[in-house]
């Protein structure tokens, strides 16, 4: 199968750093995506890799290897609002289908 | 900007009851998607159809049919709604020839009671 593994819960200081990690299998994997979602609303897209390295956008930065199976999404300058759950996608196979993982639940305090 | 519409927000049907869930897109996509997502299980894919008329089972197709009779417009359908349907359905589109960046309407939490 195509699991996605990710933390389901992490705590994080407003003005801090905090790195959320996520792992795959890579057989046939395309590309990954980190999408944002907040309590009751629809996830909205973030970032998508499909080659090595890393793609930064603002205080938002996604990191991927492939070869590792490895993926992680970096946010700088945490801000109260950045409260809410991050789900890492992978893409494989055609028509553009995504699996998702469970999602970690970012709280970010005072 | 993408937009996707779906039907209702919240919606509470009794067991056994037929319920139509329906999902419209104004972007011209080509892929539309169906989700429900569960405390703990993330986004499951349900059903998806890459063009009008066709369509293919996702990872939990069972209990639910869809219908595309037209590009912008998917629905889901539970022929007969059971108390483990409750959950949060959200639907996707996506352009075949793009990225996978899926766009997400917002939601229809469904209570079957």
């Known amino acids: 199968g195509q699991n996605i593994d990710q933390p389901t819960e992490m705590t994080a200081t407003e003005g801090a750093i905090v790195q959320i990690n996520c792992t795959y299998q890579t057989s046939g994997f395309n590309g990954l995506f980190w999408y944002q979602q907040h309590a009751g609303e629809a996830p909205t897209f973030l970032s998508y890799?499909?080659?090595?390295g890393l793609e930064e956008k603002g205080r938002f930065s996604s990191f991927l290897s492939r070869s590792k199976g490895y993926s992680y999404l970096l946010l700088k300058e945490l801000q109260m609002k950045d409260s809410a759950s991050y789900l890492c996608a992978g893409g494989w196979g055609g028509y553009n289908k995504l699996i998702f993982g469970a999602g970690t639940r970012l709280a970010v305090h005072p | 900007d993408v937009k996707v519409t779906q039907s209702s927000r919240y919606l509470v049907k009794r067991t056994g009851e037929k319920v139509f869930l329906e999902c419209v897109q104004d972007m011209d996509h080509e892929n539309m998607f169906w989700y429900r997502q569960d405390p703990g299980l993330g986004l499951r894919l349900i059903y998806f159809?890459?063009?009008?008329?066709?369509?293919e089972k996702g990872d939990i197709p069972e209990g639910y049919s869809v219908s595309r009779e037209k590009k912008e417009r998917f629905s889901l359908i539970l022929e007969s709604a059971s108390t483990n349907q409750t959950s949060m359905y959200l639907c996707?589109?996506?352009?075949?020839?793009?990225?996978?960046?899926?766009?997400f309407g917002p939601g229809t939490r469904l209570t079957v009671t």
């Open positions: 996707a589109s996506t352009k075949q020839a793009s990225s996978y960046e899926q766009y």
């Open positions: 890799n499909v080659l090595d």
């Open positions: 159809s890459y063009d009008v008329k066709m369509k």
